[in-house]
């Protein structure tokens, strides 16, 4: 049953995540030919000044990405299901209603949190090539709120697109624009660092609002 | 014979609106019921009801043993049930779809769904989005037969359908309940070619049910008579013997459960003057506008 | 179950998003107004002069200690050093200030201008620094410093590589004065747009201070005599043009002083109640003849007056209304009970810091949502067995738990 699940969950995103993959890796190809370009018409040392000193980070392109990525898998996966009220059948199926809401989640965060760590391995790796470690590690500090914002935004997708009533869709849409924004108040390099891990624990406590979101529609809100 | 459904006292409230109260209903093992009705009147309220995703305000259904609110996986396994419009995963193809599905049942009959597959003009790769509704409805039968349940629940299945779609769904149905031993809920407000499927029917109007029996009594039972009277401001009572009447000028289209004579007993005892009086064989179709009238 | 644990959870997110969100409106809605307003020394009187800026009528107002407006004119005339620039273009400017002569030609170079800010105290770092020379042209150099867990290391920047050779040289130095890995504080200026280089100040993991520098390419580490026990908070080296001053340096008292040049030996201030996880921004202001060091917090400003020797010679204070003791401000905390920030003044990281509870004040609005809670309920028909926890929410988290509660809304079926 989970390999039917994640068969289905799979045909949905299929698209979304070769999408997404495509997109972030263009956008991290931009992001190092500048890096180069900028090394080879300028001086090396005055791109280091420029993150070191002046906290230039040289892929800020990348900043929304993540988040965009999220949304989009997060639709993709819950969007068809709403569709016509497809999620009856995905209820109908022989399985419990719960574990069906938690294998489809299940399957988004694992496609999610895989598309995350070659986007992440792709944009910080390459950056070893050009300068030290210290830039890279915090480098990797720096878009650790970028990705959870990503994450954040998945589950509340979920939310607001399997909620029925649109009363609440634009609640949780309202919420969820501020719950977002707070990945994204300071643009200093490393400044979330001892903040993520509370965050995780926030985003954990949305991980599983598709239960409350599907009892509200097999209890008949529509 | 052995209920596969047992319907008692539901009653059910959009908000302040009445949907019904203390509806009963059984669905006997191996027959066909048929839910007929106006649109609005309820229908896809008690399909929902009865699959599990809308708990009523009182009363309960109990399906192959089981309270509708919370059914077990092997009940819904027993249970095939066709949305309205006959919605499906329609971003997958048949091939895709079918290889989804048989993972959840271990008894699925590939193919009796590839079977029924092969009589639509589509290619294994073709998406069912792109399908026509007449397409789409095989697929969601085909696929219900794959899944070989003791219970099919269809909501409107002839929405959409042409004819010739129409009277192949029907037969394709009936022929396999009948052969399988199936027990069959449908709702429909489509009334054409309904009496070649259903054994039993409910009718629906707004907040009440007008009838709940086998559609051969009702059909032998429910009369229409055609008169022309001289006075055309003439009314009668519903309630009593007049199920329901139309009236067109001077002509009167009457409906009844009684027979001739006591109609024109009743016309006779009413005082009222007729002429051309007849008995008019209706459809199933005639029977149900002639109960549910006409708006 | 499980829903219902997932709706509480839910909930549990919501009151969390909006303890911050909801406050953060409220104080935008209602601000508080902020004054524009700068404290001067008169060596002349030895007396505080205020000037404020206007923006209504973009214009500056002066008045002395007891209140009394003055002019522009007069404003200058009575602090001749704090507004010698505009006395000096008018040729105003005194020969002599209570009989000590004034010399005009001293006043750059002997003039100095500090702004330490506490959110700069705690600040995300790379741990990599520009190291330039000293002795030669103000130039960037090619490559960065990083002084690791057990040497000092120079990367190229071109390359990405590290000079061995340099590194290796600085190495031995940094062994030769006991230098004990890793750096703790790095403080310097990694620009070129500054008079001259005076190199790093650092700090080891033994709290050991050091003057680090390259003249004419050569290795410079002086470790800086401190008294027993200190330990080093922020250094802000200093760029008069005399060099007479290295550095302005917090203790991890919050006690000031100032490394002088001459002999490296560090100068207390005399100032008492600086507390930089209060005030915010620190002040210092240097000529010839006196040091003016302000500092201010929300509500107050104090700011202290120090001659040559950096002995006190008069002190100014003002203060104002705390918030909570504003109107809005008690409005705050009644609405509510806690609130979220992930900002404060002494450092610059995102960090989850809640306040509250710090009075009874919210008990009031919270009462009055659980009765509107209670109707809810009520209305909707719903059992009150099923509403506990929400209700024992809203009496604590108050319109957190309230808007929460009913955002995610607890039906019965």
């Known amino acids: ?222 | 014979m052995e209920n596969i459904v047992e319907c008692r006292n539901l009653t059910h409230y959009y908000g302040d609106k009445m949907v019904y109260e203390d509806l009963n209903f059984n669905i006997k093992k191996g027959s066909i019921l048929g839910l007929l009705g106006k649109n609005g009147t309820g229908k896809t309220t008690t399909i929902n009801i009865l699959n599990g995703y809308l708990t009523p305000r009182s009363g309960e259904c109990i399906i192959l043993g089981e309270n509708s609110k919370n059914l077990s996986p092997y009940v819904k396994s027993q249970i095939g049930y066709l949305i309205e419009n006959h919605v499906q995963y329609a971003f997958m193809n048949i091939y895709q779809i079918e290889k989804f599905y048989s993972g959840f049942y271990p008894n699925w009959k590939r193919d009796a769904y590839y079977d029924l597959m092969a009589k639509l003009k589509v290619t294994p790769k073709q998406k069912i989005s792109t399908m026509s509704c007449g397409q789409r409805s095989q697929v969601a039968l085909g696929l219900i037969l794959a899944q070989d349940p003791q219970l099919l629940v269809l909501d409107d299945f002839t929405m959409g359908l042409d004819p010739g779609y129409r009277r192949l769904f029907i037969d394709y149905l009936r022929n396999y309940a009948k052969a399988e031993g199936k027990t069959v809920f449908t709702t429909s407000h489509i009334i054409q070619d309904m009496e070649r499927l259903i054994d039993e029917c409910i009718v629906f109007d707004y907040n009440k049910v007008l009838v709940y029996m086998p559609v051969q009594e009702f059909m032998t039972t429910f009369k229409q008579f055609d008169f022309e009277v001289t006075n055309p401001n003439v009314e009668f009572d519903k309630g009593g013997l007049v199920e329901n009447y139309e009236k067109m000028d001077n002509s009167i289209e009457l409906f009844s459960y009684s027979t001739e004579k006591e109609v024109k007993s009743y016309l006779a005892s009413q005082g009222i003057e007729y002429s051309n009086f007849k008995q008019v064989p209706m459809t199933l179709e005639d029977a149900f506008i002639g109960l549910t009238g006409k708006y | 179950m499980l829903q219902k644990f997932s709706r509480y959870l839910l909930v549990a997110a919501a009151i969390i998003i909006l303890s911050s969100v909801i406050p953060t409106i409220y104080r935008t809605l209602f601000k508080t107004p902020y004054k524009y307003e700068s404290i001067y020394y008169s060596l002349l009187k030895d007396e505080f002069f205020k000037s404020r800026y206007d923006f209504e009528t973009s214009s500056s107002n002066y008045e002395n200690s007891k209140g009394e407006a003055l002019t522009e004119e007069e404003f200058h005339k009575a602090c001749p050093i704090e507004n010698s620039y505009f006395l000096i273009t008018k040729g105003q400017f005194p020969d002599s200030i209570n009989g000590i002569k004034i010399d005009v030609e001293k006043f750059r170079p002997e003039s100095d201008y500090a702004s330490i800010r506490s959110q700069y105290f705690e600040t995300p770092s790379y741990h990599l620094f520009p190291l330039m020379d000293s002795k030669g042209p103000l130039t960037y150099p090619q490559d960065v410093c990083r002084i690791g867990t057990n040497k000092v290391e120079f990367i190229v920047a071109e390359t990405n590589k590290v000079d061995e050779a340099k590194s290796d040289q600085y190495t031995r130095v940094f062994d030769n004065e006991e230098f004990s890995y890793p750096v703790k504080l790095l403080a310097g200026i990694p620009t070129t747009m500054k008079p001259y280089d005076n190199g790093w100040f650092i700090t080891d993991s033994k709290d050991a201070f050091y003057h680090m520098k390259m003249e004419n390419g050569k290795p410079f580490l002086k470790k800086i005599q401190t008294p027993e026990g200190f330990k080093v908070k922020y250094v802000s080296p200093s760029t008069i043009e005399s060099r007479s001053i290295h550095a302005y340096v917090i203790s991890a008292e919050n006690k000031i002083y100032v490394l002088s040049s001459l002999d490296y030996s560090l100068n207390e201030l005399p100032i008492y109640d600086y507390n930089p996880e209060r005030h915010h921004s620190l002040e210092v202001r240097k000529n010839p003849y006196f040091t003016r060091i302000s500092f201010s917090s929300f509500h107050s400003k104090k700011v202290y007056v120090l001659d040559r020797n950096y002995k006190l010679l008069n002190t100014f204070e003002e203060t104002g209304t705390p918030y909570a003791e504003m109107t809005v401000g008690k409005a705050f905390s009644a609405l509510f009970p806690f609130h979220l920030n992930f900002s404060e003044g002494h450092h610059s990281f995102v960090r989850f810091v809640f306040k509250g509870y710090k009075n009874i004040s919210w008990i009031v609005v919270n009462t009055l949502l659980v009765l509107v809670n209670i109707f809810i309920i009520i209305r909707k028909k719903s059992r009150f067995r099923n509403n506990i926890l929400d209700l024992l929410l809203v009496a604590a988290t108050g319109i957190f738990g309230f808007v929460a509660v009913n955002l995610f809304p607890n039906k019965e079926y």
């Open chain 1, 1 to 222: 049953m989970w390999k039917s699940m994640f068969y289905k969950e799979w045909i949905k995103v299929r698209l979304a995540s070769i999408l997404s993959l495509a997109v972030g890796t263009v956008a991290i190809l931009g992001i190092y030919l500048n890096v180069r370009h900028t090394f080879i018409i300028t001086n090396a040392h005055e791109f280091w000044d420029g993150i070191i000193n002046q906290r230039h980070i040289y892929f800020k392109l990348f900043k929304y990405i993540p988040l965009g990525i999220g949304i989009l898998i997060g639709l993709s996966q819950f969007l068809p299901e709403v569709k016509d009220k497809r999620i009856k059948l995905t209820l109908h199926l022989p399985l419990n209603e719960e574990k069906a809401g938690l294998k489809m989640v299940a399957f988004g965060l694992t496609c999610l949190l895989t598309l995350y760590s070659i986007l992440s391995a792709l944009l910080i790796l390459p950056g070893r090539y050009y300068f030290p470690y210290e830039v890279v590690a915090l480098s990797a500090n720096t878009i650790i709120p970028w990705f959870s914002a990503g994450l954040a935004a998945y589950f509340i997708t979920g939310l607001i697109t399997i909620e029925p009533l649109w009363k609440y869709k634009v609640f949780y849409t309202l919420l969820g624009f501020a719950f977002i924004n707070l990945f994204y108040q300071s643009d200093l390099a490393g400044a979330y660092q001892y903040a993520w891990l509370p965050f995780l624990g926030i985003i954990s406590l949305v991980s599983i609002s598709i239960l409350f979101s599907i009892y509200r529609f097999r209890k008949g809100e529509m």
